[in-house]
């Protein structure tokens, strides 16, 4: 599937171009926000995600993302081995607003946004990405009250009890786009 992203203008990344990229998670995630998508041809779900982490964790490079359980999306990483997380130009802020505002159950995401799936891998990315990450799920667990530490994350992030899922996934794939859009 690799020659698809290549058509699309994306480039496979090497272990060692993916250990080299300049990415500030921070923004990445925090501000610049990532699509968390899980599916295939058969049925698919996408979701925005301003909450996750990236990093090194039992020697593999890994993303890490919560959803909450009764996102659509949850049904799809849950049913299926990969997921991905994809990472967009800020021209792309208002389609991702409309997928973390809207449920697939009630839409379809593709339609509304203009955003294109692509089909690679074990999982589903978009064309307008700028860079994609395709991740084989290794660790699920959901948060739990008795677990806060600090109560006032509970009290505010949680006061209706409907705690996320955390997901850890490896890094198995990684693309970057270096065509033109």
């Known amino acids: 599937m690799t020659d698809k992203m290549n058509e699309l203008g994306f480039e496979k990344l090497t272990g060692e171009q ?15 926000w990532m699509l968390v998508t899980a599916g295939s041809e058969n049925g698919w779900n996408t979701m925005t995600a301003s909450w996750g982490f990236a990093g090194v ?3 593999k490079n890994v993303i890490s993302t919560v959803i909450r359980p009764q996102r659509y999306t949850k049904e799809f990483i849950d049913k299926n081995e990969y997921f991905s997380i994809c990472f967009f130009d800020e021209k792309y802020k208002n389609a991702l607003a409309f997928c973390g505002g809207h449920s697939g ?6 339609k509304e946004t203009g955003l294109v799936p692509v089909f690679i891998d074990g999982s589903t990315v978009f064309e307008q990405a700028s860079l994609v ?8 667990q959901p948060m739990r009250k008795d ?11 949680c006061s209706g009890g409907d705690y996320h899922v ?9 693309y970057a786009f270096r065509g033109k859009k």
Request: glycine share 6%; net charge negative; with cysteine.
């Open 166 to 174: 955390q997901y850890i996934g490896e890094i198995v794939a990684a």
């Open 18 to 32: 993916l250990l080299a990229l300049d990415l500030n998670v921070f923004r990445k995630i925090g501000q610049e």
């Open 147 to 157: 677990c806060f530490i600090d109560k006032s994350c509970d009290e505010q992030w």
């Open 133 to 140: 990450f395709i991740c084989k799920k290794l660790y699920a």
């Open 57 to 59: 964790m039992w020697g």
């Open 105 to 110: 159950r009630d839409c379809d995401k593709a």
